[in-house]
């Protein structure tokens, strides 16, 4: 079974900076795309951006929620597996679980996983 192992969460002041990784437990092939949600108390998880696939090792197109366009970016690493988001200028309004997402394919079969979430805590 693939675990997702997120790192990079913590605590920052406003206006402040983190970096969250994510890498599967074991080498996927083929992956589709890798993203980043978070949910905060009392909200649905929401998607905060998502990269697609790209070149032999990095690029893949890229979205973001409106929310976090200009400050966060998401990037990855096809060498590395890894996907990575870094979170600039952050607000108290950025509180909340964040969870990596991988999807992939296996001949027909599809598959998706989630990390187990990283607590990043913005204070104003």
């Known amino acids: 079974q693939v675990q997702l192992v997120e790192s990079g969460g913590g605590l920052v002041q406003a206006g402040g900076s983190l970096r969250l990784s994510c890498v599967p437990s074991?080498?996927?092939?083929?992956?589709?795309?890798m993203g980043w949600y978070r949910q905060a108390p009392g909200k649905q998880r929401e998607l905060v951006a998502g990269?697609?696939?790209?070149?032999?090792?990095?690029?893949?197109?890229?979205n973001y929620a409106d929310s976090v366009k200009g400050r966060f970016t998401i990037s990855r690493d096809n060498n590395k597996n890894t996907v990575y988001l870094q979170m600039n200028s952050l607000k108290p309004e950025d509180t909340a679980v964040y969870y990596c997402?991988?999807?992939?394919?296996?001949?027909?079969?599809?598959?998706?996983?989630w990390g187990q979430g990283t607590q990043v805590t913005v204070s104003s």
């Open positions: 997402n991988v999807h992939w394919r296996v001949g027909a079969s599809e598959y998706n996983a």
């Open positions: 074991v080498r996927i092939f083929s992956i589709n795309t």
């Open positions: 990269i697609t696939s790209g070149g032999m090792t990095s690029g893949g197109s890229t």
